[in-house]
């Protein structure tokens, strides 16, 4: 009669196998890592940029309220560029968060990362 492994060795070492199969699939890569961190700190950094846009706008509006009183020609044009110049930062942001994902993808987000360390 040939010899059969035993089933008490067989189970712990399928229960071994499945576990590190598992494992090694469900952990983060360190690239992954470093894009969760990244876009993490995005985020906080648009977060804080949104919390003042209330602020923008309400002074947008209040150059806008003194351009129609305004008598003098080169104060009225540098308010008229200020505006200019408010609604396209607003417009840029919107596009930008319209586009993030598309943007920033991972490998672009580390490679920044990377240079910027290296420069």
């Not at 229960?15 to 690239?31: L, Y």
């Not at 804080?48 to 002074?59: E, F, I, P, R, V």
């Not at 947008?60 to 930062?89: C, F, P, R, W, Y």
Request: hydrophobic fraction near 45%.
């Amino acid at each position: 009669m040939k010899n059969k492994p035993s089933l008490n060795l067989l189970v712990p070492l399928f229960v071994a196998i499945v576990t590190v199969s598992f494992s090694c699939h469900t952990e983060k890569s360190e690239d992954e890592m470093k894009m969760a961190e990244l876009k993490a700190e995005v985020i906080r950094v648009h977060d804080d940029a949104m919390a003042k846009m209330g602020q923008l706008s309400k002074l947008k509006s209040k150059l806008v309220s003194k351009m129609e009183t305004m008598g003098n020609q080169d104060s009225l044009n540098h308010i008229k560029q200020t505006v200019i110049q408010i609604t396209a930062a607003d417009e840029a942001m919107m596009d930008w968060m319209r586009n993030f994902s598309k943007n920033f993808p991972a490998g672009f987000l580390i490679g920044e990362m990377n240079q910027a360390t290296v420069d």
